[in-house]
C-alpha cells in the first residue's frame, strides 16, 4: 500500500522546523503527562532505568524502546511518564512509527505527525520500505526509537507473534543498540477500542519498564554463521519476543494488585 501523501521529512531539516517539532513533540507530551498523571492513577516501576537511558547512555549509542499496544492513544500517553526536560529536548524524544493509513492520509496529518517524529509505515510493504530505512538511519546516528513490534492495535491482548521489523533494525544496525521492552495495563480504560472513543479520566494505569539488553553477540554469531538476512531477522526477533512476552504476566499482576489495594 504506497504512501498517500508525499514524503514528510526534508533531506537536510533546518532550524524552523526542528523548532516546530519541539513545540509540537512538547506540547502533545506535556497533554498526556497531565492526562495520564493528573486526571488518571499512573504507577511506573523502575522509570529510572528508563530515563538513564534517555540522559546518560553512551554518545552514539542508539536506544530502541518496544511495548504491547493496547489503545489508538497508547502512542502518545505513554509519553506521559517522561520528564519535562524530555518532552522538550527534540534530540533526545523518540521517533515513533506510525501507521500511514490512520496518521498519513492527509497533507496536514502528515505534516503534524511528522512534526511529532512519527515514521510513516505502510502496512503489507514488509520491513524493506522507505520509513524502515529512515528509521534505520536514526539508529545508526544514536538516536531513541520506539515500536510496537505486535503491528496493531492488540484489541484482544492475547499474546502475538512480533512483526519482523524489528528484527531487521537491531540485526542491520551499524551500531549496537540498547533495546528495553515494556509493558503497560490499562490505556485500553482510558481510551476504549470502541465508539465513541472519548479519553477517561479516573482510570489506573500501571507501565513496567523491563531490563535494558543489547543483541551484539547473537548478532556476530549469526553473521559468522552466514546466516541469510530473513534467518537473522527471524533469530533476533525471537529472542525479543521472548524477553518482551516476560513482562506480560508481572505487569499484569502488579495492575491487578493496585486495582484491589487501590494504592
Known amino acids: 500500500m504506497p504512501l498517500e501523501v508525499r514524503w514528510p521529512f526534508p533531506q537536510r531539516p533546518g532550524l524552523p522546523l526542528r523548532i516546530t517539532s519541539t513545540v509540537i513533540t512538547g506540547l502533545v507530551g506535556s497533554y498526556s503527562r ?6 488518571n492513577y499512573l504507577t511506573v516501576y523502575n522509570q529510572d532505568v528508563l530515563y538513564e537511558l534517555i540522559e546518560k547512555r553512551p554518545e552514539g549509542t542508539p536506544l530502541i524502546t518496544l511495548c504491547n499496544h493496547q489503545s489508538c492513544m497508547d502512542e502518545p500517553l505513554l509519553w506521559g511518564v517522561l520528564k ?50 529512515f528509521i534505520l ?22 499474546l502475538i507473534r512480533l512483526k519482523w521489523g524489528i528484527g531487521r533494525l537491531i540485526a542491520e544496525c551499524n551500531l549496537n543498540p540498547v533495546i528495553l521492552p515494556l509493558w503497560h495495563v ?23 519498564v523491563g531490563r535494558p539488553f543489547t543483541l551484539k553477540h547473537l548478532v556476530e554469531s549469526l553473521k559468522s554463521e552466514n ?5 537473522m531477522r527471524k533469530a533476533v526477533t525471537d529472542f525479543v519476543q521472548e524477553e518482551f512476552r516476560s513482562l506480560k504476566t508481572q505487569a499484569e499482576a502488579l495492575h491487578q494488585r493496585l486495582q484491589i489495594t487501590g494504592q
Open 186 to 208: 490499562g490505556m485500553n480504560d482510558v481510551l476504549p477500542n470502541e465508539p465513541p472513543y472519548i479519553p477517561r479520566y479516573g482510570q489506573r494505569i500501571t507501565i513496567l
Open 34 to 39: 497531565f492526562w495520564t498523571k493528573y486526571m
Open 84 to 133: 519535562l526536560r524530555h518532552l522538550w529536548n527534540f534530540s533526545k524524544m523518540r521517533w515513533a512509527l506510525a501507521a500511514a493509513d490512520i496518521c498519513f492520509t492527509k497533507e496536514a496529518h502528515s505534516r503534524f505527525f511528522s512534526m511529532g517524529k512519527c515514521v510513516p509505515i505502510c502496512r503489507g510493504d514488509g520491513v524493506y520500505q522507505k520509513g524502515m530505512d
Open 227 to 231: 546466516k541469510t538476512p530473513t534467518e
Open 137 to 158: 538511519e536514526k539508529l545508526n546516528r544514536g538516536e531513541w526509537v520506539h515500536i510496537f513490534p505486535e503491528g496493531k492495535v492488540n484489541m484482544t491482548r492475547e
